[in-house]
């Protein structure tokens, strides 16, 4: 991450997407402290975390929480369904045994899950049926906001539907606000509000979902959406795909200029000396911030 800057309103769902290694989950990773930051500020409801001690953190953690990207690695293999859901109530000391004992069936009910399985292990579980215990663990201390570490890469596709219409009903519902980082655009649209679009540890276009989707102004957000199969056949066969070039510099060693230059086909002098900023291209009133020197 490189100078990433980006604000999370409450009650919105925020899409962080790009390819891989571009750093989705190092900013979730940073956004709760589950990684240092070198440099810079993290404000969550006017408190900078960066600033915080582990004693301190941990008493705001309670507030914020995440649900990981593999469901089979993030649940200790060891450990009920129920000493899992119900370990954020005994670190936090919310409620007394039986109060907790309470919430976490509570909780199995709100994901869709038998209240019975409490005794089960997680090895005794489908993937959806896995992710799901780790909602509830998120949900357990009534956080009010959650990053979603890509929650369903590793599912069918019969099931990701499920899970992402559940944190979307979950939202609704108990006022969530989510980042969701993800490589699957097509449920970033779905459940987003606004899209952030990473580059190579930077932050190169950002808006309203239907601005980013519909008139994307980064030739890299272009490339990304043109790699969004279309359903309908004859469509499918008629569009052109933005194939780009080259691969992909190390972050520990990024070019000079833009970082996207060694591959954009627009590329000019300008780009390969001056870095561009995040400007505002937005009309009406709505942001839609862009990197690019070259924006049309």
């Not at 750093?23 to 709760?32: D, I, N, V, Y």
């Not at 989707?213 to 469509?235: C, E, M, V």
Request: aromatic content about 6%; hydrophobic content about 40%; charged content about 20%.
């Amino acid at each position: 991450m490189d100078g990433v800057s980006f604000e999370v309103r409450r009650g919105e769902t925020l899409g962080l997407v790009g390819e891989s290694g571009c750093g989705k989950s190092t900013t979730g990773l940073a956004m709760l402290r589950l990684l240092n930051i070198t440099s810079g500020h993290i404000n969550f409801e006017g408190r900078d975390l960066a600033g915080l001690n582990q004693g301190q953190l941990r008493g705001i953690r309670r507030h914020m929480q995440m649900v990981f990207q593999d469901p089979y690695s993030s649940l200790n293999p060891r450990m009920t369904v129920g000493s899992i859901v119900i370990e954020p109530l005994n670190v936090h000391r919310v409620g007394t045994p039986a109060e907790r004992r309470e919430r976490v069936q509570e909780l199995l009910r709100l994901v869709g899950l038998n209240p019975s399985f409490i005794n089960r292990y997680p090895h005794e579980f489908s993937g959806g049926q896995r992710q799901r215990i780790g909602l509830a663990r998120a949900l357990a201390t009534n956080p009010a906001f959650i990053v979603a570490d890509e929650p369903i890469s590793a599912l069918d596709v019969s099931i990701q539907a499920q899970v992402v219409n559940l944190m979307a009903d979950l939202r609704t519902q108990l006022g969530l606000t989510y980042v969701m980082v993800s490589h699957d655009l097509s449920m970033v649209r779905y459940i987003s509000d606004r899209v952030a679009v990473m580059y190579l540890g930077l932050i190169v276009e950002l808006g309203n979902r239907d601005a980013v989707f519909d008139t994307p102004l980064h030739p890299y957000t272009r490339a990304l959406l043109s790699a969004i199969p279309t359903p309908n056949p004859k469509r499918e066969r008629a569009r052109k795909r933005i194939i780009l070039s080259g691969d992909v510099p190390s972050a520990s060693n990024p070019p000079a200029g833009c970082r996207f230059n060694p591959r954009c086909p627009l590329a000019t002098d300008i780009c390969l000396e001056q870095e561009p900023p995040l400007r505002d291209f937005g009309a009406g009133g709505a942001p839609h911030l862009v990197a690019c020197h070259h924006v049309q």
